[in-house]
């Protein structure tokens, strides 16, 4: 019912910066928080920064005071400003998004982007 296609990912050498974004599309009628996460080879998926509807950011500490999160609700959107990154911040990085697909039925349903490459180099 809904689709989240990622663009932006890249590589970067150690310091350099990096734009991210991830645009939902299908049955929407309402996007509740969305996020972004990563998983490193051999490593588990984890939480990189969440957005709620009304702009209330979380991050992980490992990217705090590095990386950016927002987002633009007419355009159901997602972004991640990715600044001083470091070769530990390689990995996959996915969007999230808690969509509710319907006015009448009020479900909860979670979203993945397909996930693309982040590579930072020492």
């Known amino acids: 019912q809904v689709h989240m296609v990622e663009s932006g990912g890249g590589s970067v050498q150690a310091g350099g910066s990096l734009r991210h974004s991830c645009l939902a599309s299908g049955s929407i009628f309402r996007i509740n928080t969305m996020g972004w996460y990563r998983q490193a080879p051999g490593k588990q998926r984890e939480l990189v920064a969440t957005i709620t509807r009304g702009g209330i950011a979380n991050y992980a500490d490992s990217v705090k005071g590095r990386f950016t999160i927002s987002r633009n609700n007419a355009k159901n959107t997602v972004y991640l400003l990715m600044i001083s990154l470091k070769p530990e911040d390689t990995a996959v990085y996915y969007c999230?998004?808690?969509?509710?697909?319907?006015?009448?039925?009020?479900?909860?349903?979670?979203?993945w982007g397909q996930g693309t490459q982040v590579t930072v180099s020492s």
């Open positions: 999230n998004a808690d969509v509710v697909t319907s006015q009448t039925m009020a479900t909860l349903d979670n979203y």
